[in-house]
């Protein structure tokens, strides 16, 4: 049974407000008092007269980024930012908790924390910025129509930028055209499974056989293909730095949410006096006081939250809990770190004047190779998630070239025929915030941290889930429970108690389940080595217990 989601809200310093969120959505009040000074060891900010030199350079500090506030009076007491809600990752995730925050007319300050408002290593405008139904979890699909329904109604929900810049503002280049997901005989059973799922949830999901799908999509090569899923509707793709660009500038002409730019350095956390959760009592809770922030100009710098930090830092958000860690009182417990690591995956663009035109879907070959149009003009994208023992070093966003010519094109020309002539033109790398434990999202509460909200892990679905996420964390914080769709079983809580969320329709498993080794003898792909043998560790797959899943098994000749 997982952990009640347990959220502290001060809504004032001297008045604690303990609620409780329980799976079946009831919810309970109970207030306490305190007395402040020793229970938050706050101390009075300085007046300005007391620290000129503080004042002066958090002037420069916010004037030296896009969103400068001119309310210093009120925002900046002795360079302290000032807030009831501290958004830690200005990327589309936090810019989504933020405009739902206000769109459920919450009245308090709202101040993101950026550490690069170019985005030049943000998962967000680096994606292929693809949306689809097509998951095996009823929240994930419910998560993506919703998006969706966003998306297609983007001119209406940014309302404020559309009426000050014009239509054009909120153009994020949609391709409302859907995903055809390829599978082999041995994924009938599980195909069948997860389109009866999907139905259910409402999408429009179309099964083809291998003749139907010949006659639907004749440039495709289907020899090996026993089944395929294709989304008729709410699928497509979009530019994902057009979104991101919008959504934060729609965030500029509301009222109350402010920009910060700067490096989150260490925390200033106490020990909650009291066992706040009753199913996890004997650990004990901390409440966060204030986060220290440098700035570019090397100032130090405070937001103190009145209600709650959130954690949106993506592929980064592992290192604000190693923060954290760094941050708790000395000889308290150590903290458990989150499974999120970023994980570098390559995107190539490739040109074929050959190549399929308008009806041309996002298709996905069973070794886990993508490929979608890039315009008209016979451009396209590709790519395809690494095995383990491929994974390449994160420490940079170098493309590798030759995982194009020895992983990715191979596949592409035996799959699309026309696509043995394609030239590479360009590429590029972006992260995933990788959830090495199931590769779901961790939402909700970050125990042990009464007043830290976690919104990361989606191992390259957050973009086309951010809409909705958005939304169930504004409810949490301002409901207290999820209204529109139940986002409980993505809790933190499921790592802590070594209870893995499986998700079947993540295209990483599937290049683990389907690595084959396409070969090119002057075009003649009839030849294949019968047996390819793949052992790997991959603990995560196992729903109880950490033993290890071993043995896959690929017969290139017979499952193709």
Known sequence: MMFSNTLLSCRRLTNVRRIFLNPNGRSGHQYMQYDSRRFFNLKSPLRDDENPTRREGMERVFRGTDFYSADLERYLMGGQAITDICIIGGGIMGCAIAYWLKMKRYQGEITILERDFTYSQASTPLSAGGIRQQFSLEQNIKLSMESYKFLAELKFNLKHLVLAEGDLAANVSFNPQGYLVLSGRENIDEVTDNLETQRHCGANIELFDESQLSARFPWLNTDDIA???????????????????????????????????????????????????????????????????????????????????????????????????????????????????????????????????????????????????????????????????????????????????????????????????????????????????????????????????????????????????????????????????????????????????????????????????????????????????????????NLYSNAFFCNIFSTAAGLR
Not at 422 to 439: M, P, R, T
Not at 522 to 527: A, K, N, R, T
Request: hydrophobic letters at 40%; a negative charge; proline letters at 8%.
């Open 227 to 541: 089944v395929a899923t294709y989304g008729l509707e709410n699928e497509g793709w979009f530019d994902p730095w057009l979104f991101l660009s919008a959504l934060r500038k729609e965030l500029t002409y509301m009222e109350g949410i402010k920009f910060l730019k700067g490096n989150a350095e260490f925390f200033e956390m106490d020990l909650f006096p009291h066992d706040v959760n009753p199913d996890i009592r004997g650990r004990p809770t901390y409440y966060i006081q204030q986060l220290g922030v440098r700035a570019a100009d090397g100032s130090l710098y405070y937001i103190r939250p009145s209600e709650v930090f959130v954690n949106c830092c993506g592929a980064w958000s592992g290192d604000l809990v190693a923060l954290l860690q760094r941050s708790i009182p000395e000889g308290a417990p150590p903290i458990l770190p989150i499974p999120v690591e970023p994980r570098k995956r390559y995107i190539y663009v490739v040109h074929c004047p050959d190549g399929p035109s308008i009806d041309f879907p996002f298709v996905i070959d069973p070794s886990g190779v993508y490929v979608r149009r890039e315009g008209l003009d016979g451009y396209y994208i590709c790519g395809k998630s690494p095995t383990p023992d491929e994974e390449p070093d994160h420490s940079n966003l170098d493309v590798d070239y030759n995982y194009f010519e020895e992983k990715v094109w191979p596949v592409l020309a035996h799959r699309i025929p026309a696509f043995e002539s394609l030239k590479l033109k360009s590429a590029w790398a972006g992260y995933y915030d990788y959830n090495y434990f199931d590769q779901n999202a961790l939402i909700g509460v970050h125990y042990p941290f009464s007043n830290m909200l976690i919104a990361t892990g989606f191992s390259g679905h957050g973009i086309q889930m951010a809409p909705a996420v958005g939304r169930g964390v504004a409810e949490l914080i301002c409901d207290t429970r999820y209204k529109t769709i139940d986002l409980s079983c993505f809790s933190p809580d499921r790592f802590l108690q070594d209870n893995p969320l499986i998700e079947r329709g993540i295209f990483d498993l599937m290049t683990l389940h389907y690595n084959f080794n396409y070969n090119n003898v002057d075009g003649d792909y009839s030849f294949f080595i019968d047996i390819l043998l793949w052992v790997f560790a991959v603990s995560w797959f």
